[in-house]
């Protein structure tokens, strides 16, 4: 991709936006396909590992969740480092790290490597979803800032859609060069992001006014509507420190929404492939492409849902909605049969990056500078808690019941809590009467 000089006239502030969504977003959706590929194919594998190295549902569902708790304490860290070095240079020792890992994943021998490899994938990974939303309220001022994310969460939906049938096609390799087909599986796509994060370090920028797509009046204008949006948030809320973010109740209410939320996309992403498998007598790429179809929805929602989110009131109901549209979604799951069943999961996985991007406007317009990338990271951390234990009650109640769907009442019951939090959301510098009081 060849350099293009920036215009000598200023553009409008509709048209930088545009300009940045095509400049910008393209490398940082690729690298988050890779990211969530890399951090959920073990789903395509777990019956796999489960007749190869003797992994239970139990034990698969600790090691997939062990990923979010090593995740989850280097959160913070990294996004503060990433806030001191710069996007570009973080981001691309985040991709080689976490490919070479999930390569590796191809030599677990039983249950305590498996373990391990899925901790140590956490560490290498921690710091991409909070640094790429700290880098983009750098972008986008906070009425474009849910239609960013909603774009960039779409690498989550493309990453499902092209990962499922590709592992059930990987997984028939079974036995050439010797090789188990999941341990082709995770060669073939964990090294493409060692790949990819050359071509990040090359062409992204840091900030705006590193930005050769941009006029230098272009980026000054850009960052200083940021940097005063930020500050009227800021000083509205009073949250300058890191210490202040324990003490606001909207980002404690954001933590709590958005760990219910992960309960739920993580249980489906893990476990989606195995209930599909219990449809009838279908064949790994079978099986690959049918767990693509909700993912195609939730492609749809990212798109379509965020860019209503454009004041505080629309973006406290449409959070409410999606989370009801979640628990809709998985009680049919539950009751339902494949046909029902399919609806289900594709209803809550429209609402699941229909939700997120909104939810992730609420931290930048409380909090400024570094107190904001670790606000960021703080909800991601807590957040992705949910990451683990969605994935390990649905495996210890497959195990107790015999039930591949026992577990999806676990999770209606703590999105019915999510969808409850969000009624009392509000927005820094939002008027008091536009949000509900809670008593």
Request: net charge positive; proline share 5%.
């Amino acid at each position: 991709m060849s350099v293009v000089s920036a215009p000598t006239k200023m553009r409008t502030p509709q048209e930088i936006n545009g300009v940045i969504l095509r400049r910008v977003m393209p490398l940082l959706i690729g690298a988050y396909i890779m990211a969530f590929l890399d951090r959920t194919n073990i789903g395509m594998a777990k019956d796999r590992l489960e007749i190869d190295l003797g992994i239970s549902a139990t034990a698969y569902g600790i090691g997939a969740g062990l990923f979010f708790l090593t995740y989850a304490l280097s959160e913070i860290p990294s996004n503060l480092i990433m806030h001191k070095v710069g996007a570009r240079f973080w981001i691309m020792r985040i991709m080689i790290t976490w490919g070479l890992i999930s390569a590796g994943m191809a030599f677990v021998q039983g249950e305590w490597s498996f373990y391990i490899m899925r901790m140590l994938l956490g560490v290498a990974e921690a710091g991409l979803f909070p640094g790429v939303m700290y880098f983009l309220t750098q972008w986008f001022v906070v009425k474009d800032r849910a239609k960013a994310n909603g774009m960039f969460l779409l690498g989550v939906s493309i990453a499902n859609i092209v990962g499922a049938p590709l592992g059930g096609l990987l997984l028939t390799m079974d036995g050439f060069g010797g090789l188990h087909g999941w341990q082709w599986m995770f060669i073939i796509e964990g090294l493409p992001a060692c790949l990819l994060a050359y071509v990040v370090w090359k062409k992204l920028p840091d900030r705006p006014t590193q930005a050769t797509f941009l006029t230098p009046e272009e980026a000054t204008d850009l960052e200083a509507r940021i940097a005063a949006e930020e500050k009227a948030g800021a000083e509205a809320s009073g949250n300058h420190r890191l210490r202040d973010i324990l003490k606001d109740k909207q980002i404690l209410l954001v933590v709590g929404i958005y760990f219910t939320h992960q309960i739920a996309v993580y249980a489906l992403s893990y476990f989606l492939p195995s209930i599909i498998g219990t449809y009838g007598k279908l064949n790994p790429l079978q099986i690959g492409l049918l767990t693509a179809i909700p993912w195609i929805f939730s492609a749809a929602g990212a798109l379509l849902v965020p860019r209503f989110a454009t004041d505080g009131r629309r973006s406290r109901l449409l959070v409410t909605g999606t989370m009801i549209g979640i628990i809709a979604g998985f009680a049919l799951g539950a009751v339902g049969g494949p046909l029902l069943g399919m609806i289900g999961f594709c209803l809550a996985a429209f609402n699941f990056f229909a939700l997120q991007p909104i939810l992730f406007t609420y931290p930048a317009t409380r909090l400024t500078g570094a107190a904001l990338a670790g606000g960021i990271a703080f909800v991601n951390t807590i957040g992705l808690c949910g990451g683990f234990l969605g994935p390990y009650v649905m495996g210890m109640m497959q195990d107790a019941t015999g039930s591949k769907l026992s577990g999806l009442w676990f999770i209606v019951g703590m999105c019915i809590i999510g969808a409850l939090l969000s009624l009392m959301l509000k927005r820094g510098a939002e008027k008091p009467e536009l949000a509900p009081v809670a008593h």
